[in-house]
């Protein structure tokens, strides 16, 4: 049977359509419009690889990470700030942020910590809310939506997360964490 031209070029355009699939969901999203507010990744850089971080400096890691899309990689600098049992210090930084919220209520650092530190002190309702205005503030940045939909499911609002998680999917189709995440509260329905 003689070579077809249209036939080859078929295979050839699944083969390099199946390999980009696989590379997109291994390569670390990237956030395009919801940078613009706080430089995530420059934060990142600054605190990777630094010894003896401060308590305040790995919960701004922690949060870079969760705001470019490291899901994981924020839950490793969490465990390593409850590790230190930093329950008091996270109380206190809520606080700060808190007040800092009345003069500057779209303060997107401040809207984290309360948002993070809340859900670590299992304040869900305090978290939900701040999670949601974060996604307001900054709606050009979909992966606050994964805390939120997490903190959903932490009230038992199991819809309305996974609501959040196929927005980010949409964002996201190959991306393997917002797909697990995905099926996992599924399951929980």
């Given at each position: 049977?003689?070579?077809?031209?249209?036939?080859?070029?078929?295979?050839?355009?699944?083969?390099?359509?199946?390999?980009?699939?696989?590379?997109?969901?291994?390569?670390?999203?990237?956030?395009?419009?919801?940078?613009?507010?706080?430089?995530w990744r420059a934060i990142?850089?600054?605190?990777?690889?630094?010894?003896?971080?401060?308590?305040?400096?790995?919960?701004?890691?922690?949060?870079?990470?969760?705001?470019?899309?490291?899901?994981?990689?924020?839950?490793?600098?969490?465990?390593?700030?409850?590790?230190?049992?930093?329950?008091?210090?996270?109380?206190?930084?809520?606080?700060?942020?808190?007040?800092?919220?009345?003069?500057?209520?779209?303060?997107?650092?401040?809207?984290?910590?309360?948002?993070?530190t809340s859900f670590v002190?299992?304040?869900?309702?305090l978290s939900c809310t701040?999670?949601?205005?974060?996604?307001?503030?900054?709606?050009?940045?979909?992966?606050?939506?994964?805390?939120?939909?997490?903190?959903?499911?932490?009230?038992?609002?199991?819809?309305?997360?996974?609501?959040?998680?196929?927005?980010?999917?949409?964002?996201?189709?190959?991306?393997?964490?917002?797909?697990?995440?995905?099926?996992?509260?599924?399951?929980?329905?």
């Open positions: 049977m003689p070579f077809d031209l249209n036939r080859g070029r078929v295979r050839v355009g699944i083969i390099v359509w199946l390999v980009l699939v696989v590379i997109a969901s291994l390569v670390p999203a990237q956030v395009q419009a919801g940078e613009a507010a706080i430089n990142i850089d600054q605190y990777s690889g630094k010894k003896d971080l401060s308590t305040r400096e790995r919960l701004e890691l922690a949060i870079a990470r969760g705001n470019v899309g490291d899901f994981f990689g924020s839950q490793r600098e969490f465990e390593v700030l409850e590790r230190a049992g930093w329950t008091k210090e996270a109380q206190a930084m809520r606080s700060e942020s808190e007040a800092r919220l009345v003069e500057d209520p779209d303060s997107l650092m401040d809207l984290n910590v309360v948002a993070f002190l299992q304040d869900y309702e701040t999670f949601q205005r974060i996604v307001e503030v900054d709606e050009g940045n979909e992966w606050p939506r994964l805390f939120l939909a997490w903190t959903y499911g932490q009230l038992g609002m199991i819809d309305e997360g996974i609501a959040e998680l196929e927005y980010v999917r949409r964002k996201h189709p190959f991306n393997i964490i917002v797909n697990a995440l995905l099926l996992m509260a599924k399951a929980k329905r």
